[in-house]
């Protein structure tokens, strides 16, 4: 490779590392081509852009673009390297740990991650980079919270409305039952006024009967001769 190729590699490492806010850094070096291939298919399907280069070319790259910012991914620079460019943080991890249990190997390596400026040295690392959250789980998680209070101020709302409608149900239904009331004792008031009044009738009726029987014996008395006795009980 000559010097225009060696800088050709570099400027399109450079775009890539611009590009992308998180890259791992892997070995492949026991891997046939054949598997290597495989591997590439699995990052294409997940997004994951593979791409293999030297270590010098790679580091020449970093130290361009800010070697401060990158210095701590340098020590990892060694061996057959492959760079696992990626928008998640943690889909390079599930690739490369479900590409060793098809395999039932421990290749590829896990040498460095590069994650948004944070930087994890070593294969240790790889099952808690399988676990990280990503950008949109930590989204939903905070969203969730969010809304958990208004969800329960929304409940309580609810609850509250329910409890109102039954409420008034209740006092409709005792309202009915009181006008219900009044219209029977309009209704039986006239029969009670009926009955007081026929009592007077009845007084009248046997004040009339008195009269007649005294006006008879005054009659009677009238009609007798004076002097004739009077009639004594037998």
Do not use: W
């Not at 990052?43 to 270590?55: G, H, L």
Request: aromatic content about 6%.
């Amino acid at each position: 490779m000559n010097k225009e190729q060696k800088q050709e590699v570099i400027d399109t490492l450079k775009d890539k590392f611009s590009q992308y806010s998180n890259f791992y850094i892997t070995d492949t070096e026991s891997l046939s081509v054949a598997q290597v291939t495989n591997l590439r298919r699995y990052c294409f399907d997940k997004n994951v852009e593979m791409r293999v280069a030297k270590n010098t070319l790679i580091k020449k790259a970093l130290e361009s673009l800010d070697n401060e910012k990158y210095s701590g991914v340098y020590d990892s620079l060694h061996q057959v390297t492959a760079l696992l460019f990626s928008e998640s943080t943690k889909d390079p991890a599930l690739i490369i740990s479900s590409f060793r249990k098809q395999l039932n190997k421990e290749k590829p390596v896990l040498k460095a991650a590069f994650l948004n400026g944070d930087i994890f040295v070593g294969d240790n690392q790889l099952t808690t980079l399988t676990k990280i959250k990503t950008k949109n789980e930590l989204i939903g998680e905070v969203i969730g919270l969010l809304m958990s209070p208004i969800q329960r101020v929304i409940g309580a709302l609810q609850n509250r409305t329910e409890g109102g409608e039954n409420s008034q149900a209740k006092d409709d239904s005792s309202v009915a039952e009181t006008k219900a009331g009044l219209e029977q004792t309009k209704t039986e008031t006239p029969e009670a006024k009926t009955e007081v009044a026929a009592q007077p009738a009845k007084a009248e009726n046997t004040e009339e009967k008195v009269e007649d029987i005294s006006k008879a014996n005054a009659e009677e008395k009238e009609a007798k001769p004076d002097g004739e006795p009077a009639n004594t009980a037998e």
